[in-house]
């Protein structure tokens, strides 16, 4: 098994940057590639961004391009996704994920563990 803890979620202004950390435990050396995903109220959960460990390579949803980052420190297992020029509609609840596939997927479905979400609220 693995667990996934988020950290960093927060209330913050239109234009503000925050940045988001998960950390993974458990079996880890089963993981193939990282995710973020994001969920409003009312709304389905949506992809933001995902990172290979290792390789370091990356994938963003067209919306966060630009300004949002996401990274790893493989040593300490741990996840970052730097969220620039945050306007409203980036408040959601913000998901960790992890996938021990060895293909990239943008879906739920491509992800075997998830956190528990750190709140993200975006005031104008």
């Known amino acids: 098994q693995v667990q996934l803890v988020e950290s960093g979620g927060g209330l913050v202004q239109a234009g503000d940057s925050l940045r988001l950390s998960c950390t993974a435990s458990?079996?880890?050396?089963?993981?193939?590639?990282m995710g973020w995903f994001r969920q409003a109220p009312g709304k389905e959960r949506e992809f933001v961004a995902a990172?290979?460990?290792?390789?370091?390579?990356?994938w963003y949803a067209d919306p966060m391009k630009g300004r949002f980052t996401i990274s790893s420190t493989n040593a300490k297992n741990t996840v970052y996704l730097q969220m620039n020029s945050l306007k409203p509609e980036d408040s959601a609840v913000y998901y960790c994920?992890?996938?021990?596939?060895?293909?990239?997927?943008?879906?739920?479905?491509?992800?075997?563990?998830w956190g528990q979400g750190t709140q993200v609220t975006v005031s104008s």
């Open positions: 994920a992890a996938s021990i596939t060895n293909y990239y997927s943008s879906q739920t479905m491509g992800y075997h563990y």
């Open positions: 458990g079996r880890t050396y089963s993981l193939y590639y």
């Open positions: 990172i290979t460990w290792g390789a370091g390579i990356t």
